[in-house]
């Protein structure tokens, strides 16, 4: 397994109409790195993980609505990130 560099963090709630151009701008970025994208969703009720789906990311989610703040979703991923270098897009 190859040491990831640069872990890209998108914190997400029901961004369905900008997801797909965030995370294609994070694979763009990321192409020189060995790297991994991270998509933190705050329960989005609208097509935002579906739309992520179809990427190379990992999604991970809040399990109640009650953990849910701004500062709690960099904060789980980071948890999940295996990166040297965190880059966090808000």
Not at 5 to 11: D, G, R, S
Not at 69 to 77: D, E, R
């Amino acid at each position: 397994m190859e040491d990831i560099e640069v872990t890209f963090i998108i914190k997400a709630l029901n961004e369905e109409e900008n997801i797909a151009a965030c995370i294609e701008s994070c694979i763009r970025e990321a192409e020189p790195y060995t790297s991994e994208i991270i998509l933190v969703d705050s329960l989005s009720v609208d097509k935002t993980v579906e739309i992520a789906k179809q990427y190379p990311v990992r999604i991970v989610q809040f399990e109640n609505q009650s953990d849910v703040s701004c500062g709690a979703a960099p904060q789980l991923g980071y948890q999940y990130s295996k990166g040297e270098y965190i880059y966090l897009l808000d």
